[in-house]
């Protein structure tokens, strides 16, 4: 199969009119080979250093789709069932009547938990001993904000949070010990926060005014009663972000703290790297990380309906999205990814021999901008 690398790049260079200012980074692999990996512009808005290769950007919610990754690893060792009770690994979960609810429906946003009493405050929701223990119990009592199952409602940063336990009592490790052992293996770099001595490496990101189409929330729910609660408590659960949440994402308090669904730092060539390296497992090659069955298992659509707090329809498997109307980030049925917010996404398309990662540093603020759909236009035209 032959790659119009250079088609591609035209298109990529002319996404970035809408944000002049910043840079971008796409990295594309076809079977598991990579056929582009560019980056354009600027990464540090005040300073005007060049956005390259090993330029790390926070990558918002994409962090999911590595969540899913891990969920895949614990699943093809048989650590983790995703169709049992979460309360069978962590018994404490199972208070405030979530004694029923399955470890795919955490995983996928339908367990109704999608925020926490109180907020996490990024001061208090670091990686330490002293935060993670309290953090465990505070989860593991929240009560849920719907009968799980009877609702899509998709938990932006609490979700990798409650990962994060699960598979630590699955498998005797946290989440940041699963990355590291994934990251090692297959050659990428990720990290959950930001740690101190990369921080000069780091892109910083603002919103693209040109391409501003804001999300709308709907006034109500019908069939949610307590819909304006659960948005005002999901809206404010990190309080830092609600007076400026690009002040936020670009400041030293989330660079420290753990969300693994919503504040990894990571770069396009390593995002599209490992989904490149799962595309490859299912497509037939050995690995120590994934077995064919158990990514079948989590990239499978688990759940498709219109989401209840966001009014748009949203296909999820274990942790990662299924393209669609909202998210058209592959154009194949077993494609799998996450997008992030400001119009970033990962993907790979089994059926294409496809994985890439596009990582712009504007952000649009809605869900799927133009410039992805430029994107996955562009990548699967040059396939040939």
């Given at each position: 199969m032959?790659?119009?690398?250079?088609?591609?790049?035209?298109?990529?260079?002319?996404?970035?009119e809408?944000?002049?200012?910043?840079?971008a980074?796409?990295s594309v692999?076809?079977?598991?080979q990579?056929?582009?990996?560019?980056?354009?512009?600027?990464?540090?808005?005040?300073?005007?250093?060049?956005?390259?290769?090993?330029t790390?950007q926070?990558?918002?919610?994409?962090?999911?789709g590595?969540?899913?990754?891990?969920?895949?690893m614990?699943?093809?060792?048989?650590?983790?069932?995703?169709?049992?009770?979460?309360?069978?690994?962590?018994?404490?979960f199972?208070?405030?009547?979530?004694?029923?609810?399955m470890?795919?429906?955490?995983?996928?946003?339908q367990a109704g938990?999608?925020?926490l009493?109180?907020?996490?405050p990024?001061?208090?929701?670091t990686?330490?001993?002293?935060?993670?223990?309290?953090?465990?119990?505070?989860?593991a009592?929240?009560a849920?904000?719907?009968r799980?199952?009877?609702?899509?409602?998709y938990?932006?940063?609490?979700s990798?949070?409650?990962?994060?336990?699960v598979?630590?009592h699955?498998s005797?490790r946290?989440?940041?010990?699963?990355?590291?052992?994934?990251?090692?293996?297959?050659?990428?770099?990720?990290?959950?926060?930001?740690?101190?001595?990369?921080t000069?490496r780091?892109?910083?990101?603002?919103?693209?005014?040109?391409?501003?189409?804001?999300?709308?929330?709907?006034?109500?729910n019908?069939?949610?009663?307590?819909?304006?609660?659960?948005?005002?408590?999901?809206?404010h659960n990190?309080?830092?972000?609600?007076?400026?949440p690009?002040?936020?994402?670009?400041?030293?308090a989330?660079?420290?703290?753990?969300?693994?669904?919503?504040?990894?730092?990571s770069?396009?060539?390593?995002?599209?790297?490992?989904?490149?390296?799962?595309?490859?497992?299912l497509?037939g090659?050995?690995?120590?990380l994934?077995?064919?069955?158990?990514?079948?298992i989590?990239?499978?659509?688990?759940?498709?309906?219109?989401?209840?707090l966001?009014?748009?329809?949203?296909?999820f498997?274990?942790?990662?999205?299924?393209?669609g109307?909202?998210?058209?980030?592959?154009?194949?049925?077993?494609?799998?990814?996450?997008?992030?917010a400001?119009?970033?996404?990962?993907?790979?398309?089994?059926?294409?021999?496809?994985?890439?990662?596009?990582?712009p540093?504007?952000?649009?603020?809605?869900?799927?901008?133009?410039?992805?759909?430029?994107?996955?236009?562009?990548?699967?035209a040059a396939?040939?």
């Open positions: 032959t790659f119009d690398v250079e088609r591609v790049k035209e298109v990529a260079v002319a996404q970035l809408f944000d002049p200012g910043g840079g980074a796409l692999f076809v079977d598991g990579p056929v582009l990996d560019e980056t354009w512009g600027v990464a540090d808005r005040e300073r005007g250093t060049a956005y390259v290769g090993s790390l926070i990558i918002q919610s994409m962090g999911k590595v969540v899913g990754a891990v969920a895949a614990l699943v093809s060792r048989g650590q983790l069932d995703v169709d049992a009770p979460v309360a069978s690994y962590w018994p404490e199972a208070q405030s009547g979530k004694g029923e609810i470890v795919a429906q955490l995983l996928s946003h938990l999608a925020y009493d109180g907020g996490m990024l001061a208090t929701t990686n330490s001993a002293n935060d993670r223990e309290e953090l465990g119990h505070r989860l009592a929240q849920p904000a719907w799980a199952g009877a609702h899509l409602g938990s932006p940063q609490v990798g949070n409650y990962a994060d336990f598979f630590e699955a005797g946290s989440y940041s010990e699963l990355l590291t052992e994934l990251t090692a293996t297959v050659g990428l770099e990720m990290y959950v926060g930001l740690p101190e001595e990369q000069s780091a892109a910083t990101v603002a919103i693209t005014t040109d391409l501003e189409s804001p999300v709308i929330m709907p006034g109500e019908p069939d949610l009663p307590n819909y304006s609660e659960i948005i005002q408590k999901l809206v990190i309080p830092e972000t609600v007076e400026d690009i002040g936020a994402c670009n400041g030293a989330i660079r420290r703290a753990h969300f693994p669904a919503a504040n990894m730092f770069n396009a060539r390593s995002v599209a790297g490992l989904y490149a390296a799962m595309e490859r497992v497509a090659e050995d690995s120590s994934w077995s064919r069955k158990g990514l079948q989590a990239t499978t659509e688990r759940v498709r309906s219109v989401d209840s966001l009014a748009v329809e949203s296909p498997g274990v942790a990662f999205q299924k393209p109307p909202t998210y058209p980030f592959a154009k194949g049925r077993n494609a799998f990814g996450h997008g992030g400001g119009g970033s996404f990962s993907m790979a398309d089994p059926d294409m021999g496809l994985a890439l990662c596009w990582l540093s504007g952000y649009c603020v809605d869900h799927f901008d133009r410039r992805g759909v430029a994107i996955v236009d562009a990548v699967y396939l040939d």
